[in-house]
């Protein structure tokens, strides 16, 4: 793309002053409607160094109530962004409905840098423009903006820029080892670049490559598209889009109503031996994951009353506090509500080495948003693909991700729920939602089934718990957990 | 994307022939919406030979009334659409709005078997890549739905169905000498097929796998996605689309009001041995161009009266009646109407050697539908871009791409237009529409200004001819006519 590029003749200086200014007052009043669509907007600024992306983004949110924006400089990573996911760092800052936040660098400079210096190789470089590739969707897919800008100057004008910066000992700084590297290597980095831009470059998030020889006509060039692009997103609204086939490897799932509870039990005996062995080779395998730096995300589903807490009260006694964080997931909070429905869950991954367990997950999309209508058909058929690359992500990055739905009889429920009515100390475990849910079992269990047969993947396996013998199930979950984590060290 | 895929589970016998009879329904009725939201919607069932296409094509459709489908095989090229550019044959069979196309074989099949042939190299293999992105972009961006299948199977069963077929003498003739040749080298079409399949994948546009082991599983999976993907496509209607960047090489422009109409003028002496040398020199390369086949196509646009039918019949008197052909362009007809707005165009391309002369042109979708509203905004705005993809797509086929904007002033329209309301026999040229577009003639400046700027394209640019003295242009044209040519042979 940069190789095809040329750039567009410029307007006079008197012809820039005069579209500088209508274009400041269009974007001015903006956040009106983006407020009132609930349009969230990701402005993405790349380019070569000295090519000016911080002063023209200075000089762009001076058109912006500051209410309305953040702006992050994304260079260096700090040592917690280091062990997380790649994309980590970049999703924890999507913005909120209606709100614009800008990248001062990204993805792009992060991984090409990367290629540039050998750090990961062309598998790897693929690998990251896929996952880049689905974020990107998956923004846009759920109702976000995306506008990515190439700020782009010649060798030549970058070398004079860097000289110009050398000269004046106030602003030498800013002229790093890296920058110079990249000047001497001008074409190397320019077929690297290109390549990114092609392999990012999607209709429904496409690359506008910016002409950075001037100030002003970077800004203009900028305000333009911005303006346009936010009117063109703003007149569709909530659109559906196209459900992608899944292309992950599934394994064979049945469904509930084959999966029989009967016989799934243990004495007490056994499981007071049982217990304590696992739970003693759980809290090993704890130190060697630590050790090694391995990741790992475990996630309960269940029906109400199934056991789940008690369940996870087994798997954390085997673990030393100080690496794993149990997180109850409820209904989203405003702010959770006013982004992508991952985003709560990429906030809360753990660091390399580190355990988190979810009670209740992001599966909260196919089920209670699902059949609360809570999102739209789109929305939750989307869904299944989009969980499945999330947990990709995951995967990808090293982490061991075990799914566990808690399961037992429509029967059991009742006896628990009546047990939890007729015990003071557990009548708060028992609510209203809780019988108006038992009431809606059957298509629970119709979405659950879809649930578990769409997003059963081969990386990221679910296991059902039969848990009408709660101590049967916990026992199971630990030597799963066992298991899986044994697999990857 | 063929290499991650694995087959999902199939449902047993009892559970397929319920969901068939479930789909068959819905499917059955939808041809009334797709009227009603004016949605034409495009199918290609691509895959591996033997694979079952055919068969499946065959009970998809006898669910659909034969009035709202046409099924297209594209096998053998005819001598017609060799001489045409590359996509003419797919372009010119996209359906109309309400309507059902479905592709038996493709582009896909096209370019892989000639890439896997080495007719073409990966050179030739990427730029058709970048071509059939933007021809399926611009489909969806003007309100296509386009559903794209990819039947496989694996070798072993491709191989044992190859010898069913050649045991029977009644099917012997089905397979083919390419079948063969595909299931000896069948990893290295894998390749070919993962690699455009990845290519190719667009969000608004994505790929479907099929697992073809099973006709009715199959079945199942094509009419579960094609209700699936109708019902998303109905549910957005009309869509504004992201304005994408002009990436083409671009000429410099000058504003019509920059163009100095004086002075521009010829004696009627010089005009007479002028065109006479002209004529003769054009007549010859008429002859030379056909033997190279090379085709050309000759654009006209410009002001009412301006005189573009006088200059274009001083061009034809050169020409070999059996080698060129006059398209006069006025309002679209309904079956024009029905499809994208550059498929009447598509529609008329000259063969290889021959020329074609448009009177009136393309351009129409940013001047008078731009103008009088034929048009969303968005649609105009994307049209710039469509355009230069358009014109692209003609001059990388060889083509000679040249475009007349002919230019008179104000004082002198109106001259013309008194003139033809006082002599009897030039009255029918002059309608009142004339009168109303006269009245907007500053609006359409301001249309024409930026229309030349955006589609001054390197490979097919603009010439204004200048036209108060229509002997002059004509002059012009003929001389811009022979050096485009001559750069070409």
Not at 46 to 75: C, H, Q, Y
Not at 360 to 373: D, K, L, N, Q, S
């Amino acid at each position: 793309m940069l190789k095809d590029w040329t750039a567009s003749e410029r307007p006079t200086p008197e012809q820039m002053d005069e579209s500088l200014e209508q274009l400041r007052a269009k974007l001015t009043d903006r956040h009106v409607a983006l407020g009132e669509k609930k349009l969230p907007v990701l402005i993405i600024f790349e380019g070569w160094g000295a090519a000016g992306k911080g002063s023209v983004l200075g000089k762009i949110i001076k058109n912006i109530d500051p209410r309305f924006f953040k702006v992050a400089t994304m260079s260096v990573k700090t040592q917690e962004e280091e062990r997380k996911p790649f994309l980590y760092r970049y999703f924890v800052k999507i913005p909120a409905a209606g709100k614009y936040m800008f990248l001062d660098g990204s993805y792009m400079d992060e991984v090409t840098t990367e290629f540039l210096h050998g750090d990961i190789d062309e598998e790897g470089f693929r690998k990251r423009m896929i996952s880049i590739r689905q974020f990107e969707r998956q923004l846009t897919d759920n109702g976000y903006l995306v506008l990515k800008f190439f700020f782009h100057i010649g060798k030549k004008e970058q070398k004079r820029r860097y000289e110009k910066l050398l000269e004046d000992k106030n602003t030498r700084w800013r002229v790093s080892e890296n920058d110079l590297w990249q000047n001497e290597h001008y074409d190397k980095c320019l077929n690297v670049y290109d390549a990114y831009l092609r392999e990012t470059n999607q209709s429904q998030a496409p690359w506008y490559i910016i002409d950075a020889d001037n100030v002003k006509w970077a800004q203009q060039q900028i305000l333009e598209i911005m303006v346009n692009g936010i009117d063109t997103a703003l007149s569709n609204g909530a659109l559906a889009v196209p459900i992608l086939q899944n292309l992950f490897p599934l394994r064979k799932t049945v469904k509930l109503s084959e999966i029989s509870l009967d016989g799934k039990s243990i004495s007490d005996e056994e499981y007071d031996q049982e217990l304590s062995k696992l739970q003693k080779k759980l809290s090993k395998l704890h130190n060697e994951l630590y050790r090694k730096k391995i990741p790992v995300i475990i996630a309960y589903e269940g029906w109400d009353a199934a056991g789940k807490g008690g369940n996870i009260k087994r798997i954390v006694g085997a673990l030393d506090p100080r690496g794993y964080e149990v997180h109850p997931i409820a209904s989203p909070l405003p702010n959770e509500k006013a982004r992508h429905y991952l985003w709560r869950f990429w906030n809360r991954l753990p660091k390399t080495g580190h355990i988190a367990i979810f009670d209740r997950t992001w599966y909260g999309r196919v089920m209670v948003e699902r059949i609360e209508g809570f999102c739209s058909e789109n929305d939750w058929q989307r869904a299944y693909n989009e969980i499945n690359e999330f947990e990709r992500d995951l995967t990808d990055w090293g982490a061991v991700v075990v799914k566990f739905f808690v399961h037992i009889d429509k029967d059991v429920q009742l006896e628990r729920f009546n047990e939890r009515m007729n015990t003071p100390a557990k009548r708060w475990k028992i609510t209203e939602e809780d019988w108006r849910n038992r009431e809606k079992w059957d298509i629970y269990e119709q979405a659950i089934d879809e649930m578990l047969a769409k997003t059963n993947t081969i990386n990221a396996p679910w296991y059902v718990l039969e848990s009408n013998d709660k101590k049967y199930a916990r026992i199971k979950a630990l030597k799963i957990i066992i298991k899986e984590i044994e697999k990857k060290i």
